[in-house]
């Protein structure tokens, strides 16, 4: 059973033109959210994050903006550059006993084209 | 600093045989996780260790698998005997837990195992 879904495997972008990507959770006692990029043959980075208490967070680019009620997230990328084309996973941190660890979807590739 | 240090960054081995995969925290972290990356599953976290204890080894597949802690600047995570199923790309990740909860983690490369 996955907590945290991200139902689209990929996504195609021309250059210039916003990316969004999507995430959604099953648990409302998640309570911080981020955004983690993986280029192959890497470790996924830390991209941006945003807690419970607020719906929106921006960092340049890329902001992140979280619908409590919906159980939804999503990453907006403006404007989309080649050199974001890569594994974006959304992930939720646990709570309770296991606060502290994450949760991740299992990512939507992103291809942004010149 | 250095980041998260993994090693071997490849293992290939045979079926039955023992493999310890090797994860250095980034110093003043205390929070060490272990996750394994598949087509099928995405990205699973396996055992979560704060201050060197495992909280959460729930995700552990099976009695194969173990991982050990010994102390704040060192973790392993032994499968014997493995399986070609085992083949995938295993990860460390590290964070600092502050107050109310962990901050974000950062990862290592990844060792990208094979078993055949």
């Known amino acids: 059973d996955q907590q945290v879904k991200q139902n689209s495997p990929s996504l195609s972008v021309q250059e210039g033109r916003i990316s969004i990507l999507n995430c959604d959770y099953t648990?409302?006692?998640?309570?911080?959210f981020l955004w983690y990029k993986k280029y192959p043959a890497e470790g996924p980075t830390f991209l941006i994050s945003i807690s419970s208490i607020k719906d929106k967070n921006e960092d340049g680019r890329f902001t992140v903006f979280l619908n409590k009620s919906a159980k939804h997230l999503s990453l907006h990328i403006v404007p989309s550059q080649p050199g974001d084309s890569a594994v974006y996973f959304c992930?939720?941190?646990?709570?309770?006993?296991?606060?502290?660890?994450?949760?991740f979807g299992k990512g939507t590739k992103l291809s942004v084209k010149p | 600093d250095a980041g998260v240090i993994q090693s071997p960054r490849h293992e290939v081995t045979e079926m039955g045989q023992e493999v310890t995969l090797r994860c250095k925290p980034i110093s003043g972290h205390n929070s060490l996780f272990w996750y394994r990356q598949t087509m099928m599953r995405g990205l699973e976290l396996l055992i979560y260790?704060?201050?060197?204890?495992?909280?959460?080894d729930s995700g552990m597949p099976e009695d194969r698998f173990s991982a050990k802690m010994p102390n704040a600047s060192f973790s392993t995570l032994k499968i014997q005997p493995s399986e070609p199923r085992d083949s995938a790309v295993y990860f460390c990740a590290s964070s600092r837990r502050g107050v109310g909860g962990g901050t974000e983690a950062f990862f290592g490369q990844g060792t990208r195992l094979t078993v055949v």
């Open positions: 992930a939720a941190r646990g709570y309770g006993g296991s606060q502290g660890n994450l949760i």
């Open positions: 260790f704060n201050n060197n204890v495992p909280i959460d």
């Open positions: 648990n409302s006692m998640f309570d911080y």
